[in-house]
């Protein structure tokens, strides 16, 4: 049985079915392990993980007394919530189709890339950054965001070990600017925290790509240097001409949490910006629901109910309440059972409901077999999601589906 309990619970002979938190922020670099060893004990606390998920029937269970939260309470409570979200949803103006902007965005994401590669060699070398062209660049992002957020949120998800930071930068640029637009921000603000996300990670430049792409748990001595990027963006960043204060405060402050258990300055509460509460949860997305060299990435929608289950301390809640609705509680690219039995990929988010997104029906899990490919308007539909699946546990590579 899968049982989440307080950290300081935690004993030798449980095994961890996961860290409760975003993986940028533990040691661990297994999602699941029997804790056998004293070093993992110290390292919980040392991190400041504050919940662990325990598997009671491979390891020791919790003492009768401790606090416990069961999967299927946890589950409950989640839905519950991402449900309130989608209800308190407004209606978005018409946007275009997304197979129509998947043209125009993946041009935009080419040439994105290629400015970037240019920015951050120049950096790198010394040189101070163009800023005009990273503002030109923020500005291709933006009108693809406005068109249609869901076409280029889902090209920057697929990224590989050579081109990950220049795509991060992106999702993250998007990420922000589909979040400002959802806060109500104005356009020159939505412009500034476009910038900012596409900057905040400019400080891994001086971080070695041995630590970088490190395959397994960094050392004490690594993770120091690898949470020095903030402030080292930060003073590259401060030495540049026409950089913004919003661009400064998101590169140094992404990692700050609102219970002050973040880095570098340990901010909480009010002493953090909205931009550096918005950079922090972008950041976490993109993040983890991309496939690193050590990581395998989640689904969209099953990353965004972790950070529902994390969000208290480490995100605002207003914050991540207006990143759901930006994204969808059913996000483009998650794989959803309907209540007649069959799988369907989500391909896009519609105009009425959260809850009803256009789906690309693929399988009938009545009678299991394929069927003939068929898009669905579930807000025109009588047909509705009644969950979202694991496409590991139907043996699906969604990446086919979709071009299917
Ligand atoms: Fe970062
Ligand atoms: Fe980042």
Redesign the pocket.
């Known amino acids: 049985m899968l049982k989440k309990i307080k950290s300081r619970d935690v004993q030798l002979g449980m095994y961890v079915h996961e860290v409760c938190g975003s993986w940028m922020d533990n040691p661990f670099w297994k999602k699941s392990f029997k804790l056998i060893n004293d070093k993992d004990l110290r390292a919980i606390k040392d991190y400041n993980i504050k919940e662990i998920w325990i598997d009671t029937d491979r390891g020791l269970d919790v003492a009768n007394e401790a606090p416990v939260v069961t999967d299927e309470e946890e589950k409950n409570h989640i839905n519950t919530a991402m449900h309130e979200i989608a209800t308190q949803h407004k209606i978005h103006k018409p946007r275009v189709p997304v197979k129509e902007e998947l043209v125009r965005a993946r041009k935009v994401v080419t040439d994105a890339k290629k400015d970037i590669i240019v920015m951050f060699n120049d950096a790198r070398m010394g040189k101070a950054v163009n800023m005009d062209q990273a503002s030109n660049l923020v500005d291709d992002i933006n009108q693809s965001i406005s068109r249609n957020s869901d076409a280029l949120l889902s090209l920057v998800r697929l990224k590989n070990a050579n081109n990950y930071t220049y795509m ?1 930068s992106i999702a ?1 640029s998007g990420l922000m600017m589909a979040l400002g637009k959802e806060l109500g921000l104005d356009s020159d603000t939505i412009q500034e925290v476009g910038m900012a996300g596409l900057m ?2 400019i400080g891994k430049l001086y971080i070695p790509s041995k630590i970088l792409n490190k395959v397994g748990r960094l050392t004490d001595a690594e993770f120091v240097i690898m949470k020095s990027h903030p402030f080292q963006g930060w003073e590259l960043l401060k030495n540049t001409s026409d950089v913004t204060e919003i661009t400064l405060d998101v590169c140094l402050h ?1 990692h700050e949490r609102v219970d002050g258990e973040g880095y570098p300055d340990r901010l909480s509460g009010n002493e953090l910006s909205l931009y550096a509460r918005m950079g922090a949860v972008c ?1 976490v997305y993109d ?1 983890i629901t991309s496939t690193r060299c050590y990581k395998a990435s989640w689904e969209p929608a099953e990353s965004l109910r972790k950070m529902a289950e994390w969000k208290e301390g480490q995100f605002d809640d207003t914050v991540f309440s207006a990143f759901v609705k930006a994204i969808g509680v059913y996000p483009t690219g998650t794989l959803v059972k309907l209540k007649t039995g069959r799988l369907a990929l989500v391909v896009e988010q519609t105009k009425s409901s959260l809850l009803k997104p256009i789906v690309k029906v693929f399988f009938s899990t009545n009678s299991m077999v394929h069927i003939m490919p068929e898009l669905l308007d579930l807000s025109l539909s009588p047909d509705s999601i009644i969950g979202k699946e694991d496409p590991l546990h139907w043996g699906l590579d969604l990446t086919k589906i979709s071009d299917l």
């Open positions: 991060h993250v905040h990670d992404h950041d993040a």
